[in-house]
């Protein structure tokens, strides 16, 4: 059986393995960013790893390739209610955390790496969310623990000092907000008025447009989400007039995503419609960016749960991305991301997606589980093709599987490593095949991956260019199944010298509680020669390589032996 595998949008490139950036699960969010550079930062809520902080920063150098951790860190040793990273016009970069109920502002590269509180005093916060503007300057918006006021603050001066108090509401909750490409227009979603089950209050939307430096001007409110059911998680996103609202609707284990669409800055918008269908599934941790990949268009990721009894596995939960182009009005080009199945939430963590420079790139960070082990992974969409991929598939036949696969270009290509992996393994390599370097003709490749036991496997291909640049196909899945019935084929070659190969099969109802297998070789006066195989097997397919060296050429005979089936075939030894 074969999945599909050019199901990303605009045939995209491929994702690349997911790589470990902490061997244990957060305890709280993390966020991630890249500088200019390409160094790429991820903050984490951990108190595992160290023995006395609970929020340090990993980086990456080669694009997520390989993590470390930098010196220093938050000795606050609880779960953080939000943490989140910014990076300013001038390149600086900034994360913000709350601890308790206050919150915070990390100027994490700096010599110092100064921590400052938002507002100095006995201020009691409920959560939290912040953005930068084209400008420089940095929005907070907050909501009081002990009322439900809505207030934002800003600061023009990397955090040292926060004014221009604005007040949202004083009937709201969970705000949250985004800047668009340009970094002029804010967009603001939060609860309100807020019902004693907050997760059913009405979500409300409001326009900001930046007309200084540290200075809002409201354009507008209005209701974008008012159905009944509870709705745990929204965000937006917006660029160039176009906004998007992501939301889920409905009760944990039977959660949806819907989405609501502008064409026109947030004046008029479009009706709700569902971005998942799959009503035996569990949508939640839903991220939404804009990023200039896709045509200018905008990236979403999030989990999908089965919500079965036990731990999850690469078939019952994933980790989903698809993206919108500019002008498109559905989400296309569905895929599952996840190498590892992601953890069931045990805190307030959801994946998050890194906007990264290369403007086909995109990062997502999600906590999977390797084993009963779960850790923090970093993926990255690889997008510069220089091997236009036109078909990549499998066919399956007794134990061995043949692999074809099609090129229409290629532009430096040193060739394909074959990847295989079984439904609970990770992906290795299986075998290298030369490509032809550059070439604007049609190229065809095949690959005979032999002597499999029967179950599942997973393939893809990662190409490699002359300067060891890799891309990543999608995944094929295909069947390994069980022998049927007992056989024995005839030896290949024969007649042969001095060695030949002979296939048989056991099928299952031979090993409900294994049986011994026997194979035999035999001269022309009934003497037994060699024997092949005298052992327990398992049901599957079986080769084995006789070695004739030592005797002489003649008519010999083997005999397979197994449970109740016996049968005897004939070879020649020429020498």
């Avoid at 959560?127 to 909501?143: E, K, L, N, Q, W």
């Avoid at 995109?362 to 970093?378: A, E, Q």
């Avoid at 291909?461 to 196909?473: A, C, E, F, H, R």
């Amino acid at each position: 059986v074969e999945k599909p595998i050019f199901n990303r949008v605009d045939s995209n490139p491929r994702w690349g393995n997911d790589r470990t950036i902490l061997d244990y699960e957060p305890v709280g969010k993390f966020a991630g960013i890249q500088k200019a550079d390409g160094q790429i930062f991820v903050a984490v809520n951990d108190t595992q790893s160290t023995a006395n902080l609970g929020l340090l920063i990993f980086t990456s150098t080669d694009n997520g390739e390989n993590w470390a951790s930098i010196p220093g860190g938050v000795n606050y040793r609880g779960r953080m209610e939000n943490v989140k990273m910014i990076r300013t016009v001038l390149d600086s970069f900034y994360c913000f955390f709350q601890a308790g109920n206050e919150v915070y502002c990390w100027n994490f590269l700096a010599p110092a790496q100064q921590i400052r509180p938002i507002l100095y005093g006995n201020n009691a916060y409920r959560s939290f969310d912040v953005a930068a503007s084209s400008t420089g300057a940095i929005y907070v918006f907050m909501d009081s623990l002990l009322t439900n006021n809505v207030v934002r603050y800003s600061t023009i001066n990397g955090g040292f000092n926060w004014g221009n108090r604005g007040s949202i509401t004083s009937n709201g909750a969970n705000p949250k907000i985004s800047m668009s490409g340009t970094g002029d227009t804010l967009l603001l979603n939060y609860y309100g008025p807020v019902l004693a089950d907050t997760a059913t209050s009405v979500v409300r939307l409001a326009r900001y447009r930046e007309t200084a430096p540290g200075i809002l001007a409201s354009a507008g409110f209005i209701d974008i989400a008012t159905d009944p059911a509870p709705k745990y998680e929204y965000m937006s996103a917006t660029n160039n007039s176009e906004m998007w609202f992501i939301y889920t609707s409905g009760a944990v284990g039977a959660r949806s995503i819907w989405a609501r669409k502008s064409i026109t800055a947030g004046v008029s918008w479009d009706a709700a419609f569902a971005v998942t269908n799959n009503t035996n599934l569990d949508y939640f941790g839903q991220n939404i960016k804009f990023h200039s990949y896709n045509n200018f268009g905008f990236d979403l990721v999030y989990q999908a749960d089965s919500t079965q009894v036990g731990p999850p596995n690469n078939e019952t939960d994933y980790i989903l991305f698809s993206g919108a182009a500019y002008g498109s009005a559905q989400f296309t080009g569905l895929t599952n991301i996840s190498d590892f199945p992601p953890a069931p939430y045990t805190t307030n963590y959801s994946s998050q997606l890194v906007t990264l420079n290369n403007t086909s790139d995109v990062g997502v960070i999600y906590v999977g589980m390797d084993g009963n082990n779960k850790k923090l992974y970093w993926d990255r969409l690889l997008a510069v093709i220089p091997v236009e991929l036109t078909s990549f598939y499998s066919n399956a036949q007794n134990n061995n599987v043949l692999l074809n696969w099609t090129t229409a270009t290629e532009v430096n290509n040193k060739g394909f490593f074959i990847e295989r992996k079984s439904t609970k393994g990770i992906f290795n390599t299986v075998a290298f095949i030369q490509g032809n370097g550059t070439t604007t003709e049609r190229q065809s490749y095949t690959y005979a991956d032999n002597n499999l036991e029967a179950g599942k496997y997973f393939y893809r291909l990662k190409q490699v260019d002359l300067d060891g640049t890799t891309n990543i196909s999608n995944t094929i899945e295909v069947e390994v199944s069980q022998p049927s019935e007992f056989s024995l084929s005839q030896n290949f070659p024969n007649p042969f010298n001095p060695d030949t190969k002979i296939k048989y099969s056991i099928p299952q109802a031979v090993n409900s509680q294994s049986s011994m297998v026997n194979l035999k070789v035999y001269d022309v006066l009934g003497n037994e020669v060699a024997t092949l195989v005298n052992e327990q097997k398992a049901p599957g397919a079986y080769e084995v390589i006789f070695d004739a060296s030592k005797l002489s050429s003649g008519i010999y005979f083997y005999k397979l032996n197994a449970g109740s089936f016996s049968q005897i075939k004939k070879m020649t030894l020429l020498k």
